[in-house]
């Protein structure tokens, strides 16, 4: 199972938007609404940001949101903050209970 | 509050075994699936394993299938990831996360803070 294919990085300004993509199969993120995001800070553990594509748990921001269209899923970010800055990560289900992550983006507040 | 501690990890010669523990606290750990997610060394998060929360299924990624099982034991709250014939690609961080609750795909919630496996000779 190859990795999803996300942007090596992207980058913003403080108020800004950015919107992260994930891009898989016909067999993984095309195939099911099992989508989340990750968030993960240098020497950190990796946060729930958004799942099942669009659902964001509770403590998360509002300006973090999810979307899918195809076999490619995104993640926007509204209004950028500095703490926003860190590495995110999609995953998808696979079936036959197999998972794949994305590759990861580097987000950077300029 | 979810808590999850890993352990067990360690520095360890190729060829050889190991065995990690997680222990859950926080929430009914009977009650529902567990991943387990690596880290290589400045890489991104690769998949290694599920189990459902009675270990009626679970399944290994296909770089570890052969090599890894995982396996629970709900009693003592605690999930185990046994680690057979490790190579250097190995080396990682291994995190154990929790499902989120109800489908059989459901993705990772809760992470804990992960355990180092060094695979060196």
């Known amino acids: 199972q190859s990795a999803l294919t996300q942007p090596r990085s992207v980058s913003g300004s403080p108020g800004q938007s950015v919107t992260i993509s994930c891009t898989g199969t016909s067999s993984d993120v095309g195939a099911y609404t099992y989508v989340s995001w990750y968030q993960q800070h240098p020497g950190k553990a990796p946060k729930l940001m958004i799942y099942?594509?669009?659902n964001r748990p509770s403590g998360v921001p509002h300006r973090f949101s999810g979307s899918k269209f195809g076999n490619t899923a995104s993640l926007t970010i509204s209004g950028l903050q500095d703490e926003d800055e860190a590495d995110y990560y999609c995953?998808?289900?696979?079936?036959?209970?197999?998972?794949?992550f994305g590759s990861g983006t580097k987000v950077t507040v300029l | 509050q979810v808590q999850l501690v890993e352990s067990g990890g360690g520095v360890v010669q190729p060829g050889r075994s190991l065995r990690l523990s997680c222990a859950a606290s926080?929430?009914?750990?009977?009650?529902?699936?567990m991943h387990w997610v690596r880290q290589a060394p400045g890489k991104g998060l690769e998949w290694v394993a599920v189990?459902?929360?009675?270990?009626?299924?679970?399944n290994c990624s296909n770089s570890v299938r052969g090599r890894f099982t995982v396996s629970r034991d709900n009693a003592k709250n605690t999930l185990y990831l046994q680690m057979n014939n490790l190579r250097p690609d190995d080396t990682a961080v291994y995190y154990c996360?929790?499902?989120?609750?109800?489908?059989?795909?459901?993705?990772?919630?809760?992470w804990g803070q992960g355990t180092l496996v060094t695979v060196s000779s």
């Open positions: 996360a929790k499902k989120l609750p109800g489908a059989l795909g459901a993705t990772p919630d809760s």
């Open positions: 099942d594509v669009n």
């Open positions: 189990t459902s929360s009675d270990e009626t299924y679970k």
């Open positions: 995953c998808s289900f696979a079936g036959s209970s197999s998972y794949v």
């Open positions: 926080g929430f009914p750990f009977g009650k529902y699936g």
